[in-house]
C-alpha cells in the first residue's frame, strides 16, 4: 500500500515530526478556504506516484484567487494514469536548505538501511550517481534500532560535504538524532519498505520540516494495517492508493490471482513464480510477445485454474494462452478440468497450448485429448506452437 | 555425500497438524525422511499419524533429539517459528512459508545468525538429499541421487531441473532452494561453499531469476574463492518489465538492479554457462560431466 503524502504526513506529525501547517482541499473552493487561512501556500497534487512537480502537479500561489485557480487546474489532472482527486494545500516554508532523510530495505545486506544527505530536493538514486561521497547511510541493529551515537554518525558524515552548513552542524546534528529515531519508529511501526522525507527543509528558523512524505507499506503486512487500508478505501482522494493502476491488474487482484499486465498478444499461465516468467521468456525468444504473468501457485484445483484463463481473456488483445505447469502438488488432472470447463463455459475459441508435466501428468494428457486439447511435447514446442497459432491474421 | 540434510538428519515440523504440515509429513516420510517429532502449540501429547506432537520446539528437541525443523506454520506466526527453532538449538531451520512480512524476516534472519545456527528460506520449496532426507514439499518422485547440486530461487524451476537432469541420467548430490523473498537465510555463496566442501558434488546448476544482485554475489564469491567445480546457470525473468513484481516477492527490477542481463553478464564472467533453457541446464551440464543424455 502507498500512502499519498498528505497521509504520509499524518503519520510523520502523529510521531512528533514537524510537517507545514495544511489542509486538505477536493475543490478548487476549498483551496480558497486553505488560502484564506494559511496565507502563501504549496498546492499539491496527491496522488501515489514521484515526479509530479515536473508533471506540474505543485503550484506555490500567493492569493486566493491564485489557489482557486491552481487547484482547478490541477484537479483536472490525470498524472501518468493517475487522476487528481485531491490537493493538499500547505504553508509555504522559509527554506535555508533542502537535505534527505529515508528509510528502505537494503536486500545486499538484508537490512533495513537509514540514508542521509545534505543534498535533498532531488531523486537520491540521482545523488547517488552524480556525488555517492554526499549520501551517508546507517543499518540499524534490527532489535536495538539506530542509537543516538550511530545518527550522529551519519549525520556528521552526510553533512560533511556541506560546507554552507557548518555554522549550523551541531545544531542540525542533535535535531536529526530525535528526527531519524522517529521516523525509524514510524517505519518499523508501519512494515514500510519505503519512508522517506525528501526535501527534509532546514527553515531560516533552524527547524526541520517534512516538506513531503513517502510512505509504502509492504503488502506482505497489509494485514497488520488494516486501519491504513480501509482510510485508504474510505477516502475516496485516496481510492485505495490504486486508482491509476492498470485496470486488468485491479481485477486480477479482486480475484486473488497473482497477475502482471503486459503489451503483448500471448496469454500466459504457469505455476510458481520462476517458472512463469521462464514461460514469458520461451514465448518471447521463439519470438512472441507476452500478453501478462499469471502464477497459478501451488496446488491450484480446477476453479483457480478456469479463473485464470478467464481473466487472461479479458483482455481482448489476447490471441492465444500458453498453460505451462509443473505438477508437485499441482495435479495435471485438476488443471486440465480446469481448462475444459473455461474452454466449454466461456466458449473459449482462442487456441489453448498446453505444456504439462509432473503428478498426474498422463491423466491430464488424457482428459485434453479427449476434449480436443492437444498437449504440447515440452516446454519448448508448447511455445513454438503458441506462437505459430497466434500468428495468423497478425499485422 | 550430500550439504545439510542427510540420512542422520532428524526432523521436527512446526505446523504440523495445519493442512499444509500434515500433507506434507506424509509425503516427507514416503520419502524416508526420519521425521522425529511435530510442533502445534496445545496439541502437545497427541500424535499425527505416529509422530509424537509437543507445544514447544524446545520439548520437541529434550524428546527427539530433532537437529532440523521444517516450519509450515501461516505468515504472521512464521518469523516467531524460525526464532523458537533456532533458540531451541535446532541446527538448520527450513522455512517454507511464503508471505511473510519482511521486517519480521530482518529480525528473525538476525537472530538465527545470532545463535550461530541456520536459516534455509523462507518462501522455499526446501531442501532433499535423494535417497536420503527431504524437508519440504519437492515432489519425491523427480530425485535421484547423483554428482550434481543444485541451488534456486525458484520452486517449479528448481523441479524441473531436476526432473530434467535425472530424465538425462543425473541425479543430485543434493537440492537447495533459497526461496523467492529479498530477505532470506542461506544464500547462493553459503550454499556453493558447501558444494565446494563435498567431494561428491561435481557441477553445480544455479538457478536464478530478477531482482536483487544475489546472482552477481555469486558470480563474485566464484572469483574471490576461485571455485573450480563447473557452474551451469539459468536466469528466469529475461522479459520481465522494470517495476513489476514477478510473483515472488523478490523479483522485482528496481532502478538499475536486478535485471536478468546484469546477472547473466556476471557470471558468464566468472566462467559460468549460460543456459538458456532447461533442455540447455540439461545438456550443457551433461556435457561438463561428460556424461552422454540419454
Given at each position: 500500500m502507498k500512502l499519498l503524502e498528505y497521509q504520509a504526513k499524518q503519520r510523520f506529525a502523529a510521531a512528533g515530526i514537524s510537517v507545514p501547517p495544511g489542509r486538505l482541499a477536493r475543490t478548487p473552493e476549498e483551496a480558497v478556504a486553505a488560502a484564506l487561512e494559511l496565507g502563501r501556500i504549496a498546492v499539491k497534487a496527491q496522488v501515489p506516484i514521484g515526479g509530479r512537480g515536473k508533471a506540474g502537479g505543485i503550484a506555490v500561489v500567493d492569493t486566493p484567487e491564485e489557489a482557486r485557480r491552481e487547484a482547478a487546474r490541477i484537479l483536472a489532472m490525470d498524472i501518468r494514469g493517475y487522476p487528481v482527486r485531491s490537493v493538499w494545500c500547505e504553508t509555504g516554508l522559509s527554506i535555508d536548505a533542502e537535505l534527505y532523510l529515508g528509510i528502505t530495505l537494503d536486500r545486499d545486506r538484508r537490512r533495513l538501511v537509514i540514508i542521509f544527505s545534505a543534498a535533498g530536493g532531488m531523486e537520491i538514486e540521482q545523488v547517488a550517481v552524480e556525488a555517492p561521497e554526499r549520501i551517508a547511510k546507517l543499518w540499524p541493529d534490527p532489535f536495538a534500532g539506530p542509537q543516538p551515537y550511530e545518527i550522529r554518525q551519519l549525520a556528521f558524515a552526510g553533512l560533511a560535504h556541506a560546507p554552507e552548513l557548518r555554522d549550523r552542524v551541531p545544531k542540525l546534528v542533535s535535531a536529526l538524532v530525535m528526527l531519524t529515531t522517529r521516523l525509524h519508529e514510524v517505519a518499523t511501526s508501519l512494515d514500510a519498505v519505503t519512508c522517506e522525507i525528501n526535501p527534509l527543509v532546514l527553515t531560516s528558523d533552524g527547524m526541520l520540516v517534512a516538506a513531503d512524505g513517502k510512505l509504502e507499506i509492504d503488502e506482505n503486512a497489509d494485514y497488520r494495517h488494516k486501519d491504513v487500508a480501509e482510510e485508504l478505501a474510505r477516502d475516496e482522494t485516496g481510492d485505495d492508493g490504486r486508482s491509476g493502476d492498470d485496470p486488468f491488474e485491479v481485477e486480477a487482484r479482486k480475484r486473488g490471482l497473482t497477475?502482471?499486465?503486459?503489451?503483448?498478444?500471448?496469454?500466459?499461465?504457469?505455476?510458481?513464480?520462476?517458472?512463469?516468467?521462464?514461460?514469458?521468456?520461451?514465448?518471447?525468444?521463439?519470438?512472441?510477445?507476452?500478453?501478462?504473468?499469471?502464477?497459478?501457485?501451488?496446488?491450484?484445483?480446477?476453479?483457480?485454474?478456469?479463473?485464470?484463463?478467464?481473466?487472461?481473456?479479458?483482455?481482448?488483445?489476447?490471441?492465444?494462452?500458453?498453460?505451462?505447469?509443473?505438477?508437485?502438488?499441482?495435479?495435471?488432472?485438476?488443471?486440465?478440468?480446469?481448462?475444459?470447463?473455461?474452454?466449454?463455459?466461456?466458449?473459449?475459441?482462442?487456441?489453448?497450448?498446453?505444456?504439462?508435466?509432473?503428478?498426474?501428468?498422463?491423466?491430464?494428457?488424457?482428459?485434453?485429448?479427449?476434449?480436443?486439447?492437444?498437449?504440447?511435447?515440452?516446454?519448448?514446442?508448447a511455445a513454438e506452437r503458441i506462437v505459430q497459432l497466434t500468428a495468423v491474421g497478425r499485422t | 555425500m550430500s550439504v545439510l540434510v542427510d540420512r542422520n538428519s532428524r526432523v521436527v515440523i512446526q505446523g504440523i497438524t495445519g493442512r499444509e504440515g500434515s500433507f506434507h509429513t506424509a509425503q516427507m516420510r514416503a520419502f524416508g525422511t526420519n521425521i522425529v517429532a511435530g510442533v502445534s502449540p496445545g496439541k502437545g501429547g497427541g500424535d499425527q499419524d505416529g509422530v509424537p506432537i509437543f507445544d514447544t520446539v524446545a520439548d520437541a528437541v529434550a524428546a527427539s533429539g530433532a537437529d532440523v525443523s521444517g516450519i509450515f506454520v501461516p505468515p504472521a506466526f512464521a518469523a516467531d517459528a524460525i526464532m523458537e527453532s533456532a533458540a531451541s538449538g535446532i541446527e538448520l531451520t527450513v522455512c517454507i512459508t511464503e508471505l511473510i512480512p519482511v521486517h519480521d524476516m530482518i529480525r528473525a534472519r538476525e537472530f538465527v545468525i545470532r545463535t550461530g545456527h541456520q536459516l534455509l528460506g523462507a518462501n522455499c520449496p526446501g531442501i532433499v538429499t535423494p535417497g536420503q532426507c527431504k524437508v519440504g514439499i519437492i515432489p519425491n518422485h523427480i530425485n535421484t541421487p547423483g554428482p550434481v547440486g543444485i541451488v534456486g530461487r525458484s520452486g517449479t524451476l528448481t523441479y524441473e531441473v531436476i526432473q530434467g537432469l535425472g530424465q538425462a541420467g543425473m541425479g543430485q548430490s543434493t537440492s537447495v532452494g533459497i526461496g523467492g523473498d529479498p530477505v532470506m537465510g542461506l544464500s547462493f555463496p553459503d550454499v556453493l561453499q558447501r558444494f565446494a566442501d563435498d567431494p561428491e558434488t561435481r557441477a553445480v546448476v544455479l538457478i536464478g531469476e530478477i531482482g536483487g544482485s544475489d546472482e552477481e554475489t555469486a558470480a563474485a564469491w566464484v572469483r574471490d574463492t576461485g571455485f573450480d567445480k563447473p557452474v551451469i546457470a539459468f536466469i528466469s525473468g529475461r522479459t520481465a518489465p522494470p517495476g513489476k513484481r514477478m510473483g515472488h516477492a523478490g523479483a522485482i527490477i528496481s532502478g538499475n538492479t536486478g535485471s536478468a542481463q546484469s546477472k547473466l553478464d556476471a557470471l558468464s564472467a566468472v566462467g559460468a554457462e549460460i543456459a538458456d533453457t532447461i533442455e540447455d541446464v540439461v545438456r550443457l551440464t551433461a556435457a561438463r560431466l561428460g556424461t552422454h543424455s540419454r
Open positions: 497477475y502482471v499486465h503486459l503489451d503483448g498478444d500471448i496469454g500466459c499461465i504457469g505455476n510458481g513464480a520462476g517458472l512463469t516468467m521462464n514461460t514469458l521468456d520461451l514465448v518471447k525468444q521463439h519470438g512472441g510477445e507476452p500478453a501478462d504473468f499469471l502464477d497459478i501457485g501451488g496446488g491450484a484445483n480446477a476453479e483457480r485454474v478456469r479463473n485464470a484463463l478467464e481473466m487472461v481473456l479479458l483482455d481482448p488483445k489476447v490471441r492465444g494462452v500458453f498453460i505451462n505447469i509443473f505438477g508437485g502438488i499441482t495435479r495435471g488432472d485438476e488443471v486440465a478440468r480446469g481448462i475444459i470447463a473455461a474452454r466449454d463455459q466461456l466458449h473459449i475459441t482462442k487456441p489453448l497450448v498446453v505444456r504439462m508435466t509432473g503428478t498426474m501428468e498422463e491423466e491430464g494428457r488424457q482428459l485434453l485429448q479427449a476434449a480436443g486439447i492437444v498437449p504440447a511435447k515440452d516446454a519448448t514446442e | -
